[in-house]
Nanobody, 119 residues
Framework: QVQLVESGGGSVQAGDSLRLSCAAS????????MGWFRQAPGKEREFVAS????????YYADSVKGRFTISRDNVKNTMYLQMNSLKPEDTAVYYC????????????WGQGTQVTVSS
């Protein structure tokens, strides 16, 4: 199994930046792709960004394109989400997750880290 631990959340002002981290441990060789998701109060969980673990191809939700950058360090088994120009609507619990193949669903999830952006 793969275990995931997020960190880096916090409370910031609109326009500020934060960097989230997601450290993976366990059977990390089984990771195909990692992703960030978020869930705001009263809303469904939504996709934020993903990255291919080997090749580094990345994808973003339209709402964060140009502001967020996803990256990974294969040596440290850690994925990052650099969030710039934060907006109040970015307020949510952010989760990282993994896929173990191209056709699999995201199967392992972290515990989440809270990001609060005030205006």
């Amino acid at each position: 199994q793969v275990q995931l631990v997020e960190s880096g959340g916090g409370s910031v002002q609109a326009g500020d930046s934060l960097r989230l981290s997601c450290a993976a441990s366990g059977r990390t060789f089984s990771i195909y792709q990692m992703g960030w998701f978020r869930q705001a109060p009263g809303k469904e969980r939504e996709f934020v960004a993903s990255i291919h673990w080997t090749f580094g191809n990345s994808y973003y939700a339209d709402s964060v394109k140009g502001r967020f950058t996803i990256s990974r360090d294969n040596v440290k088994n850690t994925m990052y989400l650099q969030m710039n120009s934060l907006k109040p609507e970015d307020t949510a619990v952010y989760y990282c997750a993994i896929k173990q193949s191209a056709v699999a669903d995201y199967s392992r999830w972290g515990q989440g880290t809270q990001v609060t952006v005030s205006s």
